[in-house]
C-alpha cells in the first residue's frame, strides 16, 4: 500500500513535469480535468479513489476528488456539470428530478457499480444457518425464538433492529408487527446506535449465539461476519412497501419483501464528450458486494482511509480491475502500484 501511494506521488509529479510535453497534451485533449465525488460513506469513497488511481496512472487524466452526498451531489451534477461523475450513486432516493435527468441527456447512467446492487434485509449467522438447515426464510426464523435469545430476557427471542432516526427503523418495525413476532415469542431491540447495532453482532459471533435482525450490504460487518440474508418469503409489493412499510405511522403492515437498490455509476454529458478512452474503463467498472465487503472489513480493522482501500483493492484484486481496462492500460497501472 506505501508502495502505491508512494508511486501516485512520483507519478503526479512526473505528470505536472511533464505538462509541457506533446504526449501530455495529447492525453489532456483525450481526457483533461475530471472531478469524481467522494460520497460520505466508505464504499462510495473507494471507488472514488480507485477511479482516480486509474483513470490517471492508466489514462492521464488530472483527477480532482471532491467532497459528496446522494442529493447535493446530484443537483450540482443536474444544474451546474459539476463534479463529472458519481461513482456509487443509489438512485431510488432520487426519483422524478433522476429520471428527468436521464431522459433529458444531462446526466448518463453508466453501468451498475455494485453488482448485486443494495441489499437490504433479515440476516443469521451463517454457523446457525449451518446448523438448521431448515431455516431458510424469516418465518422459519420465527418459529424458533429458543435460538435468538434475547439479551434482557432469554425466554424470549429477539430481532435486532435499526437506531433511532434510521430509514430502516420503520420498515424493521412495521415488518416486525406485519409477520406477528411478538406473537410468536420475539421482542424488538432498539439497538441504539450504529455502534450498538455492529456490537450485537460481533457479540453473537464472538459466543457463537443466535442473532437475528436487520442488516444492508455492501458494509464492513458483512465482509467481517459470514452472515446468510434469509428469504422474505413473499414477492416485493413496491407500492405497499413505499406507502406503507417505509412509513412510521403505518397502521396495518402486512408482510413484504425489502427492495434491492439499484446503484449505478453517473456521469454528466461533459464528462462523456470529453473522458477519451476513460468513459469505456466506467462503463465496464463493477464489483461484487462480497468482494467490497472484504475492502471495508480490512479497512474498519486496520482504520484505513478510503484511499487506503482503493490501494488495498487494487494491490490485491488483479483478477478484478485488469478486466476493467485494456491490456496496455493495464500494464501502465500495474507499474504505478
Not at 52 to 61: A, P, Q, R, S
Not at 90 to 108: C, D, Q
Amino acid at each position: 500500500m506505501k508502495k502505491l501511494l508512494a508511486s501516485t506521488i512520483l507519478v503526479t509529479g512526473f505528470t505536472l513535469a511533464a505538462a509541457a510535453g506533446a504526449s501530455t497534451a495529447n492525453a489532456a485533449e483525450d481526457c483533461g480535468n475530471i472531478s469524481i465525488a467522494e460520497m460520505n460513506w466508505a464504499s462510495a469513497g473507494v471507488a472514488a479513489y480507485v477511479d482516480k488511481f486509474i483513470m490517471e496512472n492508466g489514462y492521464d487524466c488530472t483527477v480532482e476528488v471532491v467532497t459528496g452526498d446522494t442529493t447535493p451531489t446530484f443537483t450540482s451534477m443536474n444544474e451546474k456539470g459539476q463534479p463529472d461523475m458519481a461513482p456509487e450513486m443509489w438512485v431510488n432516493t432520487l426519483g422524478a428530478p433522476y429520471e428527468e435527468a436521464i431522459k433529458s441527456g444531462k446526466l448518463i447512467q453508466e453501468g451498475k457499480i455494485l453488482s448485486d446492487g443494495g441489499i437490504e434485509g433479515w440476516w443469521i449467522p451463517k454457523y446457525l444457518a449451518d446448523a438448521h438447515p431448515d431455516i431458510k426464510t424469516v418465518e422459519d426464523a420465527l418459529k424458533h425464538p429458543e435460538l435468538f435469545p434475547a439479551p434482557e430476557d432469554a425466554s424470549k427471542g429477539a430481532v435486532f433492529g435499526c437506531p433511532p432516526g434510521w430509514g430502516c427503523q420503520p420498515t424493521t418495525a412495521n415488518l416486525f408487527k406485519a409477520r406477528k413476532a411478538s406473537e410468536k415469542g420475539f421482542t424488538l431491540v432498539d439497538t441504539g446506535s450504529a455502534a450498538g447495532l455492529d456490537g450485537s453482532i460481533s457479540n453473537a459471533y464472538e459466543k457463537k449465539q443466535g442473532w437475528l435482525g436487520y442488516y444492508w450490504a455492501p458494509t464492513a460487518i458483512m465482509g467481517k461476519y459470514d452472515m446468510v440474508k434469509l428469504d422474505d418469503g413473499v414477492e416485493l409489493d413496491r407500492e405497499a412497501y413505499d406507502n406503507c412499510i417505509a412509513k412510521a405511522d403505518c397502521a396495518d403492515p402486512k408482510p413484504n419483501a425489502y427492495p434491492v437498490a439499484d446503484v449505478f455509476t453517473v456521469v454528466t454529458k461533459e464528462f462523456a464528450e470529453k473522458a477519451g478512452p476513460s468513459a469505456e474503463y466506467v462503463k465496464k467498472r463493477q464489483w461484487d458486494n462480497g468482494t467490497l465487503g472484504k475492502i471495508l472489513a480490512w479497512m474498519d480493522e486496520n482504520q484505513g482511509t478510503n484511499e487506503d482501500g482503493a490501494a488495498y483493492f487494487l494491490e490485491n484484486h488483479e483478477d478484478i480491475w485488469t478486466k476493467w481496462v485494456s491490456p496496455e492500460v493495464a500494464e501502465k497501472i500495474k507499474a504505478s502500484i
